[in-house]
């Protein structure tokens, strides 16, 4: 049974960092692609970043861009953890945060893409 854990979310400040870590368990998600998207209340869900896997066994980082810059995604763990680190917080970055993995998907910053989600976790940032 696929599971995706996250933790990490919280309050924090304007300008604060905070680490994200989704935990993937269920089989081996070396060459599945990672994504995180988020939802704030009254909106779609959107593409935040992804770690993308290649036949040449390459990842690849891809990010929004009103969070290119301050995010970074990245894969620990044996590759069945991953991370988002983000930093310079803003309050538009209020959301609930999900992690997401997708073997076959190619358009990586679709939700429709991805076959297995996690709970989410809320990150609040004040101003």
């Known amino acids: 049974q696929v599971q995706l854990v996250e933790s990490g979310g919280g309050l924090v400040q304007a300008g604060g960092s905070l680490r994200l870590s989704c935990a993937a368990s269920g089989r081996t998600f070396d060459t599945y692609s990672m994504g995180w998207f988020r939802q704030a209340p009254g909106k779609e869900r959107e593409f935040v970043a992804a770690?993308?896997?290649?036949?040449?066994?390459?990842?690849?980082?891809y990010y929004a861009d009103s969070v290119k810059g301050r995010f970074t995604i990245t894969r620990g763990g044996a590759k069945n953890m991953v991370f988002l680190h983000m930093n310079s917080l803003k309050p538009e970055d209020t959301a609930v945060y999900y992690c997401?993995?997708?073997?076959?998907?190619?358009?990586?910053?679709?939700?429709?893409?991805?076959?297995?989600w996690g709970q989410g976790t809320q990150v609040t940032v004040s101003s």
């Open positions: 770690n993308t896997w290649s036949v040449r066994s390459v990842y690849y980082a």
């Open positions: 997401a993995a997708t073997k076959y998907g190619s358009s990586w910053f679709k939700v429709e893409e991805y076959d297995y």
